[in-house]
């Protein structure tokens, strides 16, 4: 869906999604980082559990929900990455209290 | 990083590092004002400057001169003596002008004896048919990947709707190499007669030339459908095609990523929350604060500047931001406001930097079928409620978007409106022949922004708290 | 033009949305007055609690009547309003506590209330199993449990309009005078006479009776509340403290909702609330305490309605004391949702029949009295 411009030379940090290690770059939000990746990280809403991707990426549509280092519903699109950040994918109500 | 203010309290906090933000704490704190600048994201800049202290894009020439002329004002403001916190939430603000602020995990609270709200713009709720599904993204949002991490589309790619950020970010996205396989232009076309009374006005702007290069550097290289009346996006779980009806002809065409963009609306979600009196905008079709010359709001001590007090672009937003801080230095600090260059040389600057608005919001005035949509297309995307779900309400007594809520939870998700509230009041006030001033908007709350219980349990308290603790 | 009605009701919250429908089914033609729209202010937007439990002893008997409509709302109002009954949960938080809950049941128990019934820790735990272990027991009233304030008040007004009532909202009853034998009120341009006039008009019902000769000790508060976004389901009963303020409930639709009468500072003319966020982190500190589970749920709005309180927390609930025709129906004092159906349909029956097999007695304007200055 997206490719980086070659351009970019920030320096890799790398990151840990649902498990799986991901190297993105200084400076990403964690939303564009995802993005980035090509892999599918679409989350499940609380409400139907319908598929959603990040919509708005300036902190208004509440969609690139995700959690991060254990604390969830964090708007991914408003916190920077930084090296060994935790990522889990929320499918529908996200777990509390674990 | 700053994670916490070093005062309780300040002449003048900030809200929002944006053109209007930064010249409004620049000024402020430059006449010798105690000043917060507080801002959600990671570095100043606000959208239209987004990440220009970290963009990894280095050819100067692909974001283009006016996105690099943010650059004097950030150091200006950096060098006022404002302090600057950014990652900053601002969940809340009460009349007594005490402000709830989140960062990195904590919250606390400031006291502020003047408030500038420069919380700018969000992009204009476009919901057709498809607009939930993972790949149909805002056109700002890929813009803010391309400015803060050099993300371009990749694969086949659509960019639908109207308006100078389109334009823009089409031209942007090319010079980066990126794909884009059709651009699908909904400017309905009586809007060029409508418009042309005000065309004089723009010719002289400078954003006139500027807008007819980006057209014609982008056209030379993308197929664009113009006269666009239908659009809708399809797929199972994510988005695979985009169909949409232009003369009388509909074409469905395979995509992987839909931009959508119909223009922006004042972000007004904190002052509405603080109890800022809106009123409905008829040309721009949107809630406006209701504002004195200054800037100053019907809340005593509150001033809004920039795209939040009414859509005027960034050099508007820069002089309305110098405009709003100069009259609180003036109520403050007398003395110093006489240092300040005059309120009628700001004055000048802001007709100059309006000049040609008029024919922007009357030529890029959305067409209805993109504004209130019809049957099962999403409304609040947040709680899933569809266009129909609210004409259901409105037939069994529902009359505005508060008693909506007895009815469906419209509004009442995380986004608390930001991407349904202007539909919600057009939708209902087209069902009940009413004006959308008269069916009003949503009554907002605190916190703007979820903050985590155990973030609110870990407010410090004051020792008053201690000895209140009521037990009963 | 002055219209004639059966009664007049001034205020559309559920108290008034409840006396106009009764009225409708004993075959009387009611009009509601209501200054915003109806459930605008706390009947819209307070915690639904449909609780018997923990009530002064003067008002369970309309509690117990007011229940016994809730369990067939749905049947009365041709909508569930989002009735659900699991229970109400005390909890102690220490043996002082469970003792003062024990000698609470058996004080209701001697009175011959049997709703209240007392808990030990195992027991508790099997109701709210994430309640913190330290917990001793605590007191539930099975029968109770919450609904949708908004939609309630509002299926109320909605079924009392259908039944016949006139139903005038956004425009304040005012110039309220009783001339030739018939209450009378100012509507905008059109008057309302009636030989019944009911002041249910929540915080501003004080200033009626005081206009009308009957001052009462009453202020006007605004109770904050809070809700979480959704998250999974984890609790049935409705939860309240014994010691502490709070009360705790989870929807259906996952999300929780954190009361407890925490006071915002009311702003009564401009029909607005400023939240006082420190005692909300009170509020949720007492529940970091007693729900670990919910630490990280996140908080997505905070708000207060405005309702009046007397000085003895009880509802003035009955005729006035100095004029004929004239009814008192409010001073709910933060709970008197549960208490709106049977209210609705005892007020009826005082002012269709003169008279009410519910024991209302201890709640009449005339107890003030002794005490006006």
Redesign the interface.
């Not at chain 1, 109500?93 to 209290?97: A, N, T």
């Not at chain 2, 979820?450 to 155990?454: M, Q, S, V």
């Not at chain 3, 670990?292 to 708000?303: C, E, L, N």
């Given at each position: 869906m997206f490719k980086r411009s070659d351009q970019d030379s920030r320096p890799s940090v790398r990151i840990v999604v649902d498990g799986a290690a991901l190297a993105a770059r200084e400076g990403d939000t964690v939303s564009a980082a995802l993005l980035a990746s090509g892999r599918d990280v679409r989350r499940a809403t609380?409400?139907s559990g319908a598929p959603r991707l990040p919509y708005c990426m300036m902190g208004v549509c509440f969609d690139c929900l995700v959690t991060i280092d254990?604390?969830?519903?964090r708007q991914g699109c408003l916190v920077p990455v930084a090296e060994g950040m935790q990522i889990e994918i929320q499918k529908g109500?996200?777990?509390?209290?674990r | 990083m700053n994670t916490t203010a070093r005062h309780d309290s300040y002449d003048v906090v900030v809200i929002g590092a944006g053109p209007a933000g930064l010249a409004a704490a620049t000024t402020a704190a430059e006449a010798g004002l105690s000043t917060l600048l507080l801002d959600e994201n990671a570095g100043p800049g606000g959208q239209v400057w987004r990440a220009i202290a970290s963009t990894p894009v280095r050819d100067r020439n692909h974001l283009g001169a006016d996105y690099w002329a943010g650059s004097e004002l950030v150091e200006e403001a950096r060098s006022s003596g404002a302090e600057i916190i950014q990652r900053a939430t601002v969940w809340?603000l009460?009349?007594?002008l005490?402000i709830?602020v989140s960062v990195g995990g904590a919250s606390f609270?400031v006291k502020a004896r003047r408030v500038i709200l420069a919380t700018g713009a969000l992009e204009r709720p476009f919901p057709i048919p498809g607009w939930t599904l993972p790949g149909v993204m805002t056109a700002g949002a890929a813009q803010t990947m391309l400015k803060s991490s050099g993300l371009v589309p990749s694969g086949p790619t659509v960019i639908a709707g109207q308006g100078p950020l389109l334009w823009l970010l089409a031209a942007q996205i090319l010079r980066l190499g990126g794909r884009i396989d059709r651009i699908l232009d909904t400017t309905e076309r009586r809007n060029y007669l409508a418009a042309l009374p005000h065309a004089f006005a723009f010719m002289t702007s400078r954003y006139f030339a500027k807008g007819l290069a980006l057209m014609k550097q982008v056209r030379a290289k993308v197929p664009v459908v113009t006269g666009i009346s239908e659009l809708a996006a399809a797929g199972d779980g994510q988005l695979a095609t985009v169909t949409y009806v232009s003369g009388g002809r509909r074409e469905t065409v395979p995509a992987e990523l839909l931009l959508l963009h119909q223009g922006v609306v004042p972000n007004v979600n904190l002052a509405m929350a603080t109890?800022i009196e809106h009123r409905w905008d008829d040309l721009q079709l949107c809630w406006s604060p209701v504002l004195d010359r200054d800037g100053n709001t019907s809340v005593e001590g509150i001033a809004i500047a920039g795209d939040g007090a009414g859509i005027g672009g960034a050099d508007a937003a820069i002089v309305r931001g110098r405009i709003a801080a100069r009259a609180a230095v003036e109520a403050l600090a007398p003395a110093a406001a006489a240092r300040l260059a005059p309120m009628a040389s700001f004055k000048a600057s802001l007709v100059k930097a309006e000049r040609g608005r008029i024919f922007l919001d009357t030529l890029f005035r959305p067409a209805p079928q993109f504004r209130i949509p019809s049957g099962d297309t999403i409304v609040c995307r947040c709680e899933e409620v569809s266009a129909r779900d609210i004409l259901d309400a409105v037939a069994?007594?529902a009359?505005?978007p508060?008693?909506l809520?007895?009815?469906r939870?419209t509004g009442?998700?995380?986004c608390?409106g930001r991407l349904c509230g202007l539909t919600v009041t057009e939708l209902m006030a087209q069902a009940r022949g009413k004006s959308p001033q008269e069916i009003g908007y949503y009554r907002l709350?605190?916190?703007v922004k979820?903050?985590?219980?155990?973030e609110?349990?870990a407010?410090p308290?004051?020792e008053a708290?201690v000895n209140a603790?009521?037990?009963? | 033009m002055t219209k004639l009605a059966d009664a007049i009701i001034i205020g559309g919250g559920i108290h008034g949305c409840s006396t106009a429908l009764h009225m409708c089914l004993a075959g009387m033609k009611p009009v509601l007055i209501e200054k915003d729209?109806a459930?605008?202010h706390a009947s819209?937007v307070n915690a639904g609690g449909v609780r018997q439990l923990a009530r002064h002893v003067a008002e369970i008997p309309l509690s117990i009547r007011s229940m016994g409509i809730w369990e067939r709302i749905e049947e009365l109002v041709d909508d569930s309003c989002g009735f659900e009954s699991h229970g109400q949960v005390l909890v102690a938080e220490n043996d002082a506590e469970f003792d003062a809950c024990r000698a609470r049941v058996a004080e209701l128990n001697a009175l011959g209330f049997t709703h209240e019934e007392l808990i030990d820790g195992p027991e508790l735990r099997r109701l709210v199993p994430?309640v913190a272990e330290s917990c001793p027991g605590g007191v539930v009233s099975r029968r109770d449990g919450a609904a949708?304030p908004?939609?309630t008040?509002?299926a109320i007004r909605?079924k009392a309009e259908a039944l016949g009532a006139t139903v005038r909202e956004g425009v304040a009853a005012t110039n309220i005078r009783k001339q030739d034998g018939l209450w009378r009120v100012d509507v905008g341009a059109d008057s309302y006479a009636a030989p019944v006039l009911v002041n249910a008009a929540g915080a501003w019902a004080g200033r009626i009776a005081a206009d009308l000769g009957e001052p009462v000790p009453v202020e006007t508060v605004a109770p904050m509340l809070m809700i979480?976004?959704?998250?999974?389901h984890?609790i049935d009963p409705v939860v309240i403290l014994r010691?502490?303020?709070l009360s705790f409930k989870q929807f259906a639709?996952?999300t929780v909702l954190i009361g407890g009468?925490?006071l915002a500072t009311p702003d009564q003319d401009?029909n607005?609330t400023?939240?006082d966020?420190?005692?909300?982190?009170?509020s949720?500190?007492t529940?970091?305490e007693l729900f670990?589970?919910?630490?990280?749920?996140?908080?997505?709005?905070?708000?207060a309605g405005i309702e009046a309180r007397t000085k003895d927390e009880l509802p003035v609930f009955g005729p006035s004391a100095r004029h004929s025709g004239l009814y008192h129906q409010f001073g709910f004092s933060l709970h008197g949702f549960q208490l709106g159906p049977g209210a609705g349909a005892v007020m009826t029956e005082l002012i269709a029949s003169g008279g009410t097999q519910t024991r209302i007695g201890d709640l009449g304007i005339d107890r003030f009295h002794s005490s006006q200055p």
């Open positions: 609380a409400v254990g604390v969830g519903n109500k996200r777990e509390i209290g | 809340s009460d009349r007594n005490e709830g609270f109890g069994i007594g009359t505005g508060n008693q809520k007895a009815y939870r009442m998700g995380p608390q709350r605190a916190p979820p903050i985590t219980l155990a609110l349990a407010v308290k004051t708290d603790v009521v037990r009963g | 729209y459930g605008r819209g994430a949708e908004a939609r008040t509002t909605r979480t976004s959704r998250v999974p984890f010691g502490r303020k639709n996952g009468g925490h401009r607005e400023v939240l966020w420190r005692s909300l982190a009170i949720a500190r529940v970091f670990p589970v919910m630490r990280s749920a996140t908080i997505v709005r905070a708000w």
